[in-house]
């Protein structure tokens, strides 16, 4: 079963513009991570965010988690086509050392 | 350094028939995950296997099962295939139990 949820579904934007995907999930976790995948290929690893950090920032990419609320966010700035992918979080779950995923966020960037 | 492999890239079966997806770990990784990934879903987790060990297990029945081979190289076997199983079968290593799994580009399964 799926850990996650990620909102949108599905994202539309301009190049340039910024997109914000958000992830929910249930339980207490170590980590949570940022994938992101293109044509139902292999997953590229964007980011990992421990338990005890509420920021992050990777080039373009900015990570929010807040453990209260279960949820995190993954903003990517200045967006380019290129960026067109699905992105999933995934969280490592506290006694667990498998990936629990979202269902994934599809963002188009459109050119 | 070379990225974790899979093969094959494509496969085709038809309904109950048995089939080997393989993987090669990133060099130095002796931990090496299963997932399962179905049109428009997010990865699930089939099993892990720990040097040559399997270290848990999701919620797939008995027919999937693994090997880790002492080279940390891994085999996800499924038996009795149903129309399912189609998919994309990724898997992932990592230098640790609890380390940053890298994936594999994953073998696209259709079971006719």
């Known amino acids: 079963s799926q850990q996650g949820e990620e909102d949108p579904q599905a994202l539309s934007i301009q190049e340039g513009e910024n997109a914000t995907m958000n992830c929910s999930y249930k339980t207490s976790i170590n980590n949570l991570q940022w994938y992101r995948q293109n044509s139902g290929r292999g997953l590229v690893h964007l980011i990992l965010?421990?338990?005890?950090?509420r920021e992050k920032h990777s080039g373009r990419l900015r990570v929010t988690l807040d453990t209260s609320k279960k949820s995190s966010s993954l903003l990517i700035t200045a967006s380019r086509a290129a960026d067109t992918a699905s992105y999933f979080c995934?969280?490592?779950?506290?006694?667990?050392?498998?990936?629990?995923f979202g269902t994934g966020t599809r963002l188009t960037v459109i050119p | 350094e070379t990225g974790v492999t899979q093969s094959p890239t494509h496969l085709i079966k038809t309904r109950g028939q048995q089939v080997t997806l393989r993987c090669s770990s990133q060099s130095g990784h002796n931990t090496v995950s299963w997932y399962q990934q179905a049109l428009g879903q997010g990865p699930q987790f089939i099993f892990q296997y720990y040097r040559e060990e399997e270290n848990g297990r999701g919620n797939f029945p008995p027919r999937f099962s693994g090997l880790q081979f002492p080279n940390y190289s891994s085999e996800l076997n499924v038996n009795a295939l149903e129309l399912d199983d189609s998919a994309l079968y990724l898997c992932?290593?990592?230098?640790?139990?609890?380390?940053?799994?890298?994936f594999g580009p994953g073998t696209r399964l259709t079971v006719l």
């Open positions: 965010i421990r338990s005890n950090e």
């Open positions: 992932a290593s990592s230098l640790s139990l609890k380390g940053e799994q890298f």
């Open positions: 995934a969280t490592g779950e506290t006694g667990a050392n498998n990936l629990f």
